[in-house]
């Protein structure tokens, strides 16, 4: 033989000098991975994108820690020379179904008609302007719900544990801009 041997173990030990079965097996390993690896290569499975369709929302919350409190208006340095007042989170938000608006400083304008005519849309002057800014409002935490579903992959791997397909139209129904 050439060196090389296969060994099996049945109950009576016996060793065959086998040279073959080496290289078949070590020529069937290499044959495995090869296509393994020439079809990564080749189909470029890995790098295929899904599109995920979901929605995050975002709202702004009052801290939760026990020792948080408003600050004095006298600690803040952008509450010294302009007025500044306490707003709730509910409050200091406007909130879209993706977005959310925090307000920061509120503009007051008080303005009078110096128009006689009724229906007069013109005419106003402005009598007095001042800004006012937000306690502790950059201290507010945001919090962000979302929820996403890969509704092509959801299709073609059900034992995923991913949502039944029942949800798939109505979400269609509702966003219209998602690509399949």
């Known amino acids: 033989g050439s060196g090389m041997r296969l060994f099996f173990w049945t109950v009576p030990y016996v060793g065959l000098d086998e040279s073959f079965l080496c290289w078949a097996y070590y020529l069937g390993s290499l044959l495995v991975l090869a296509f393994f690896g020439f079809s990564v290569v080749t189909d ?3 790098m295929e994108e899904m599109p995920v369709a979901g929605l995050a929302r975002p709202r ?9 409190h408003f600050p004095d208006p006298s600690e803040l340095p952008y509450c010294t020379d302009i007025s500044c007042f306490k707003w709730d989170a509910e409050e200091v938000t406007t909130a879209e179904v993706d977005q959310v608006f925090v307000t920061t400083r509120v503009k007051n304008i ?4 110096h128009c006689t005519a009724e229906g007069c849309l013109s005419g106003f002057r402005r009598v007095n302007a001042s800004n006012a800014y937000l306690l502790d409002v950059e201290n507010f935490p945001l ?4 929820n996403a579903q ?5 299709a073609e791997h059900p034992h995923c544990g991913v949502r039944s397909q029942r949800h798939r139209p ?3 129904d509702h966003h219209p801009h998602q690509h399949q």
């Open 44 to 46: 470029h499975a890995y």
């Open 110 to 113: 008080v303005e009078e008609s």
């Open 143 to 146: 919090a962000l719900h979302a």
């Open 60 to 68: 702004v919350k009052l801290p939760k820690t026990q020792d948080w």
């Open 150 to 154: 890969a509704f092509r992959f959801a």
């Open 170 to 172: 109505a979400f269609r």
